[in-house]
């Protein structure tokens, strides 16, 4: 994964839900099913989205936007009554389904550390490039990520992620990035690359795989979903 924003492109994945910016708690799954509403229109505002969220006893802080796009995050036994809910709610819409992440990295498996109690979140979205050939690469090097490229996983360690976790629906992908509650994960970023050069060449190779969704501006791959603000 490459990302175009100056301070993150240091970030590197292998390479996309839920809270940027706030503690994880109880009621925020840490391995979560997300939800993806795509407008047709401009039909949906933040309220009724937010009403929906209560109405389904949903943590409203897992609720994200950007664009035309709204993202939910919800355990996984509830996924498809969430659904369910959704297409009844908003007929007409795109609803796509991001059951279980195809990657995971943990601190505790992944960097042999206990995890910090409260976690703040990012989420990424990008395409994979519509080529079939391509993706299957693309997967393959995922899958293999942890033993042929460990210093990714290093990196992360070293930026003191929590839980990096990548989701896939057809070319789309979703990324969730967790990090103690209080950081900023443009400061802790660079941390993976420090003294780290196999990271950057990682980067570099899987920048081939991987364009913007619709929408995207010009030359940007990986854009960011704010989390909704009450």
Known sequence: MTLNNPLRSALVFIAIALTMGVACTPGRPRLPSIIEIVE????????????FAEEQRLDSSA???????WVLQVVRKRVEQV???LVNRFPGEEIKLYPEPF?????????????VPRWSYTIMTA???DDRAMQDEYMEYHRQQ???WPEVSTGFCNASFQQLLVYRNGRQLMLVIAIPAGESLDALNPRTTENNPRVEEWNNIMSKYQ????GAPDGVVWVELKQVKK
């Open 40 to 51: 047709r229109g401009d039909s949906i505002s933040k309220e009724e989205m937010l009403r």
């Open 63 to 69: 609720l994200y936007h950007w664009e035309n796009r």
């Open 83 to 85: 659904k369910a809910a």
């Open 103 to 115: 990657y995971l990295f943990t601190r505790e498996e992944n960097c042999n550390e206990k995890p």
């Open 127 to 129: 395409n994979l490039v």
């Open 146 to 148: 942890f033993e042929e």
């Open 211 to 214: 364009e913007g969704v619709d």
